[in-house]
């Protein structure tokens, strides 16, 4: 089955929540830091408005890393629907930066650091290819059932090889789309035989600190409304 040919025509590719380590600039990969309050604060925000559009039978799917499974249950908690985890989602594995902060792998690693932020291979890191992200990625999606739409809960950087690659993107077009936000999601339909972008990095307005998220009622036919373009944080070092 092609990536064109997913057992879902819809889907919403949600980024976790904020970790402390996404605060301080300090690169997970496939080590498995929480939420911090923030984190869980979002997903609780973002849970509603991701829930009103989707249509009956949608399904919920999301890495088995801590601070993604976390993230999705506040989203099945509000649709009343099972969790599917999948190992095949977690994040790109990073290697020997997993655990350092942005600055510690420019100044151990500049040359791995240049490649990195210039979207081409990095060698001599350990890890992953970041070429394999996609193919494991998508072979999660195609083991999905047939739904109308599928709520994928993931971290930045495999969220951006499953973009690329529904869209048919190569490594020469690596990261022409800015990085997800903790708690943003883009959302893809197919059309035609072929994937199309229709929202990108979108994010539930901010709520004031200590003001609980207000229950959105669900709606099949309803367009979604929250704010778009929430930027990454600068130090923010898994969105890239």
């Given amino acids: 089955m092609s990536a064109a040919a997913l057992p879902v025509p819809r889907l ?15 690169f997970q990969g496939q080590l498995d830091p929480p939420l911090d309050d923030v984190g869980r604060r979002q997903a609780a925000q973002a849970a509603p408005h991701l829930a009103r559009p989707l249509p009956a039978g949608a399904v919920v799917v999301s890495s088995d890393q801590v601070r993604a499974a976390e993230t999705a249950a506040a989203l099945t908690d509000v649709l009343g629907v099972p969790l599917r985890l999948d190992a095949r989602l977690r994040e790109v594995a990073m290697g020997s ?42 072979a999660a999606l195609r083991d999905l ?51 199309r972008l229709l929202r990108h990095n979108t994010a539930a307005p901010e709520l004031p600190e200590g003001t609980a998220p207000r229950a959105v009622t669900r709606r099949p036919d309803a367009g979604a409304s929250p704010e778009e373009g929430a930027p990454a944080p600068a130090q923010d070092a898994d969105a890239l």
């Fill in 145 to 195: 059932p047939e739904a109308p739409a599928a709520v994928v809960v993931t971290h930045g950087g495999t969220s951006a090889r499953v973009i690329e690659a529904l869209l048919g993107l190569g490594p020469e077009h690596r990261r022409v789309f800015g990085p997800l936000a903790n708690c943003a999601w883009s959302e893809l339909v197919r059309q035609s035989g072929r994937w």
């Fill in 12 to 26: 919403l590719l949600w980024r976790h929540g904020r970790t402390a380590w996404n605060a301080a600039g300090r």
């Fill in 97 to 138: 930066w997993e655990g350092l902060t942005r600055e510690e792998v420019a100044e151990r690693h500049p040359e791995q650091y240049a490649d990195w932020m210039a979207g081409r291979p990095v060698v001599g890191r350990g890890g992953e290819d970041s070429a394999d992200v996609p193919e494991r990625a998508l």
